[in-house]
């Protein structure tokens, strides 16, 4: 397999100085913690904005998006450098086909992460969508399942389409809130075993608009209803993450192999053993040696002990 390019990170002069400014501070950040290299990685459902948020954190048409065709079949790493600084970031295929979960597109995402790290996930969905069913439950448990519990600790959620227009009387706050709330529950029951866990812990949400419509604020940088300039707090969020104090996901052979079933049938021969030996073999050697001390007495003895 060929190397990744990594070329210099040209798109982030095509940032307003003040987004410059804050992403710069942002990843001298990481510097200072001895983070110099990121990796990304996107999912969620086709359709809802993975590929344009890339986009519009590198600053660049890094990936293809087309509202017309299918997405790509394969993840695709986006890598660029500034400063001693490497960011890289995961494209991945919808995680949903014909209306369930496609598990295939699990398995080509994990294939292609073998022996990467995963330092931060963003699960992306869509902001205006006014109902959670099942499927989001079955998406969510399918990543626990396959990358475990921990990836939640380094992810966060990512709700694009935030500029939307709300029915009168519905507060945007209260409604991004709401929808919030919805996807976190079916998130956090599967992130923490242990209640001391949630204390304290929770997995951030942050809003997205990639539109090229998106409203701008007076320093030109693109803002979300409620003022929020929304690229800056996108990466300062995936910073906290970082820093956190979790570790970051280390996608090893058997992450991706799954657990080996022979290696887990021999760790239960030795208590096979032990079960036969003291259960099976021990009774029958003790009830061998006393029917041989009776054939051993003279039949008199016997005789007599009868009497």
Not at 14 to 23: D, G, H, S, V
Not at 254 to 271: M, W
Request: proline letters at 5%.
């Amino acid at each position: 397999m060929a190397s990744q390019v990594i070329r210099e990170w040209m798109g982030i002069q095509q940032f307003p100085p003040a987004t410059q400014t804050k992403l710069l501070e942002l990843l001298g950040k990481l510097k200072q913690e001895n983070v110099n290299t990121l990796t990304i990685l996107v999912m969620g459902k086709g359709g809802v904005g993975k590929s344009s948020t890339v986009n519009s954190i590198i600053g660049e048409k890094a990936v293809t998006v087309s509202t017309f065709q299918s997405e790509g079949p394969r993840p695709v790493m986006v890598s660029r450098s500034r400063a001693g600084f490497t960011l890289n970031i995961v494209d991945t295929p919808g995680l949903i086909e014909g209306g369930y979960v496609n598990y295939h597109a699990i398995q080509l995402i994990k294939r292609y992460l073998l022996n990467k790290t995963i330092d931060v996930l963003l699960y992306v969905d869509r902001l205006d969508v006014y109902r959670v069913d099942n499927l989001d439950k079955q998406i969510t448990r399918a990543i626990t399942d396959n990358f475990g519990d921990q990836i939640w600790k380094r992810a966060l959620i990512v709700l694009t389409h935030a500029q939307l227009s709300l029915p009168d009387g519905l507060d945007y706050e209260v409604f991004c809130s709401k929808r919030s709330e919805a996807l976190l529950k079916f998130v956090s029951p599967s992130t923490w075993t242990k209640k001391k866990d949630i204390q304290g812990s929770f997995v951030p949400v942050v809003l997205v608009e990639n539109s090229g419509r998106c409203a701008k604020n007076e320093n030109d940088e693109k803002v979300l209803p409620n003022g929020t300039a929304w690229i800056p707090n996108l990466v300062k969020t995936i910073t906290e993450v970082v820093l956190n104090g979790s570790k970051a996901l280390v996608v090893d052979k058997k992450l991706v192999e799954g657990p080996n079933p022979n290696e887990k049938g021999k760790i239960l021969i030795p208590l096979i053993f032990a079960f036969q030996y003291f259960f099976i073999i021990k009774p029958l050697i003790r009830a061998s040696k006393s029917d041989a001390a009776k054939e051993a007495k003279p039949v008199w003895a016997r005789a007599s002990r009868k009497l």
